[in-house]
């Protein structure tokens, strides 16, 4: 049985926010994918947390938006936070909208899924992208499944490389217009992905 991550972040939830809540971290590569938008009619954040940063950004570039997190705690803190954005208790790998988006971010959070799972979600972000979206999304770069020791809980993570990440988005219809590895020598890539 793959663990249930968001009752792990549920424990963490008020430190989580506490630390992050006035952090820059990953807006700089987010602010370069939002110079790609063609449109910013609708966001979505997958995996947002308690909010902040990322969520504020969106707000000032005048998205509407949307936030998922299989956290309830994570997400009642961001509810409180940004009344005036769309936030849902779910876990991507179930979640469905008829909702399209011209950006789909997910900053260090589907590589929680499991190693069978990455390719599908892929796959379903770059389907809920309009023509022409942007991903912005994270990953390992070497193709991997493990769990890791944080805060007392172990926390697991996948990831089906830089070249499986690739082909995934190119066969979902998106094409890779930028790819970092952004924390060298950590195994952290961004990629950021359009729809064609």
Not at 16 to 22: G, P, R
Not at 83 to 90: D, P, Y
Request: charged share 20%; glycine share 8%; net charge negative.
């Amino acid at each position: 049985m793959y663990p249930d991550i968001g009752k792990k972040y549920d424990k963490i939830a008020k430190w989580w926010h506490e630390n992050h809540v006035n952090s820059s971290y990953g807006l700089e590569q987010i602010e370069g994918a939002i110079r790609y938008c063609q449109h910013k009619d609708y966001a979505l954040d997958v995996g947002c947390g308690s909010g902040g940063r990322i969520i504020r950004k969106l707000i000032q570039e005048n998205f509407t938006v949307y936030g998922i997190d299989a956290s309830a705690e994570m997400i009642a803190i961001a509810q409180s936070q940004h009344t005036e954005c769309n936030f849902e208790h779910a876990n991507i790998i179930d979640w469905e909208s008829d909702q399209q988006f011209d950006l789909i971010i997910a900053w260090d959070s589907i590589f929680h899924l499991p190693m069978e799972m990455q390719r599908p979600v892929i796959s379903k972000l770059c389907r809920m992208l309009k023509n022409s979206g942007i991903l912005i999304y994270t990953f390992g770069d070497a193709i991997d499944e493990h769990e890791s020791e944080w805060h007392g809980d172990q926390f697991p993570y996948s990831s089906l490389g830089i070249s499986g990440n690739l082909k995934t988005i190119m066969e979902s219809g998106c094409e890779c217009i930028h790819l970092q590895l952004d924390q060298y020598p950590e195994n952290h890539v961004y990629i950021i992905a359009q729809k064609r």
